[in-house]
């Protein structure tokens, strides 16, 4: 049975300003029929979502008001609760009470919290901008129950110095469908504590899960995208809710909150929007001329007078209006828009596509630079001898060179080496055993042969060929290898083991002991890099078993439909 993730007509109102579709693609309520079989015991911690929280974008579980619980619970003694009423999704969310939010009051909410989030963000070096944003989403501009009556902007649960409120919850079940819970939602003095509460959340992560949260700090990442990125199916479920964070952020200029505290954007009352202070050129880019605003007025234009086409005037402010227009002041009063002009900051030469890793070898770390520009670092550095993916170089007109490390995200090559460039030490850190047995290639349309040291070979193996092997090796990175001649290996993502030099032939059944209601996958071999044959056998069943094989010290058994693994199994020898 699937269910789809849904919005409110409030939050699709609210997604829908800025961008982002509500109708995402129908996910799983139960189970996963893709082949990966749910075992528990091997769920690391980045795979599951985050239990202390309850977000509005959860695909269950999330907080709903009490005209919701009632419809849902009313459906649910109907017999019909299988799908979700109709006159329950207007009210899915918290949002449901933030239709027509106005400018004004969106305004005055991030006026609100706009100076707390970058003080926590200060404090636990994590991005105010998202924290805004998941602000907006989850307490609906702060029109929410849980927010305006008790200052939970972020869906937290459990209780704050002893303090709660209950709430219900919407739940689904293959038994159920659709029914409510109730959940204790943490209680806040103020706005500052929620946001403190969130920002000691992201940054010291779950029970048993201290670096749950990890790649939303700022020394991890290259942005705020790659910390958004890191939310989603951690913090909320929803296939959306990255997109949805980058577009509020984006559509409101929350990254303005991103600088430490002390050196925020400030509001000037000769101008209307928020005034941060710069130092830069820009160039006029457009051809007819660029328009001169008084205070950053589009309806106050100077007479007579406008910048001329591919002439430079220095910057000494930015401006970001209510709307989300971007000026640059030229003069004491005299502004300009910012699609009339390009500043030097953000000049960059063109790309030069490459696929590398860039690590940082300056002690101090690496400046990153908004542009491959010197005149556009930023204040974020990149920690000594940290790794990131490079896709691309830009040498500039002075000859520097820069490597592109994320979104307008740049590293100086003086500041960093690629690994291509390094004297490849790491085949001294493999783990090298005997491993007499036979590969079958799978890659299309070949394999890759590869030396001792980990350097490719002008030699492919055909698809679909049989080569012998007598050594395996496990690579410092957990990759894994076998050797098909002297100085000649392929890695195990290209064949599959056929473990011909291990079967034995019994006689005999095995019990299946799994979970009660449940099954477990066959597979087309016991190689490590298996295949899923779609076919499961249930909890309790008995089976016929021909052979057994010993892969890597685990037993598997072969039964007409394929193999199993033998920690499943009872086996019983005729």
Sequence with gaps: MNKKWVASTALASILAAVGVSSNASPVNAVSNDDGNQDDLDHKSSTDKKDPTVASVLDQQGAPINEDAADAIEANENSGFNSVLPANAVAAVTQASTSAGVTKAQQQAFLEKIGPVAQAVGSQYNVYAS?????????????????????????????????????????????????????????????????????????????????????????ENTSSYKDATAWLQGRYATSPIYASTLNKIIETYNLTQYDNEASTGGTNDNSVSGTKTTIDDTATVTNQKSATIYINA????????????????????????????????????????????????????????????????????????????????ATDRVLPYQSSWITTAYVVDDDGNTFYFVGTDAYVLATDATLKSQQPNEDYKDDQITSYPDIVHVTATPSARAYDDKHSALAVSLASGTDWKIDQKSVHSDGSVWYRVATNQWVSANDVEVKGSNYVTSVSGMVKINYIPGYGVNVYNSPASNNKFTGTRLADGTTWRVTSKQIVDGQTWYKVNAGWVNGKYCIYNAD
Excluded at 147 to 156: C, H, L, P, T
């Design 130 to 218: 998202v924290m805004m944003a998941q602000a907006i989403v989850e307490s609906a501009w702060g029109t929410s129950t849980l927010s305006s009556q008790y200052n939970n902007y972020f869906g937290i649960k459990g209780d704050y110095n002893g303090s709660y409120v209950s709430f219900p919850t919407s739940e689904w079940s293959a038994d159920k469908g659709y029914y409510t819970i109730y959940a204790n939602f943490r209680k806040y003095p103020s706005a500052t504590e929620s946001f403190a509460d969130n920002g000691a959340l992201l940054r010291y992560g779950i029970s048993g899960a201290s670096d749950f949260y990890k790649g939303t700090w700022k």
């Design 297 to 376: 007025n589009p309806n106050q234009i100077a007479a007579n007078r406008a910048l001329a086409y591919n002439t430079k005037w220095h910057v000494s402010s930015k401006v970001v209006a209510a709307d989300g227009t971007v000026y640059y002041q030229v003069a004491a009063n005299e502004y300009v828009n910012a699609n009339d002009v390009q500043l030097d900051s953000e000049k960059s030469n063109p790309q030069v596509k490459i696929s590398d890793t860039a690590i940082v070898v300056n002690n101090s770390g690496a400046t990153v630079y908004g542009a491959a520009n010197k005149k556009a």
